[in-house]
């Protein structure tokens, strides 16, 4: 069975797990969520492959990318990706790519970006499902009240990533 290279990469704000297939991107998640085992499943069924410990050159770019961006160095990654979901969970994931560095977007205005107004819950829940996280800014999703709402690594984490996208602006 073929291989998804994985390995932890400590951030300021929490552990991360990066993995690599085929030389892309397929995971920047939060190691300790609540969906970990769901995420990991997803993942390996679409890609026919497993788990295994280790570092490539892709997950070392990231860790590069990541650690400049920590530090406001970085406003947008230069990363291959490879998303490992359905097409609309693609689709919704391709749409958060597009919210710029320091702002903010709500599910609706993400549903409305898709074509479908009335998708609000089912893009709300493709957004919960990214596994390519900060990569893919599902961090920038914020309530339409203005409120932080869910997110995989914790409401703690997600107001520290725009808190850091702010200052950085």
Not at 57 to 75: A, C, M, P
């Amino acid at each position: 069975m073929e291989k998804i290279k994985i390995t932890t990469f400590k951030t300021p704000i929490g552990e991360i797990l990066i993995g690599s297939f085929n030389s892309k991107l397929v995971m920047v998640d939060w190691k300790w969520r609540k969906m970990r085992s769901t995420i990991d499943k997803r993942i390996q069924k679409f890609l026919q492959a497993e788990f295994e410990e280790g570092k490539n050159e892709v997950i070392s770019k990231t860790i590069e990318q990541l650690d400049e961006y920590f530090i406001g160095n970085r406003k947008g990654f230069d990363l291959p990706i490879m998303l490992c979901g359905k097409e609309f969970q693609q689709k919704v994931w391709s749409a958060l790519l597009a919210i710029p560095y320091g702002q903010t977007s709500t599910y609706l205005k993400l549903a409305e970006k898709i074509g479908d107004s009335k998708a609000v819950r089912a893009v709300a829940n493709a957004n919960g499902a990214n596994a390519i996280s900060i990569i893919i800014p599902c961090h920038r999703i914020i309530g339409s009240d203005g409120e932080l709402v869910g997110y995989a690594g914790g409401l703690p984490a997600k107001k520290k990533l725009l808190e850091l996208e702010t200052k950085f602006l």
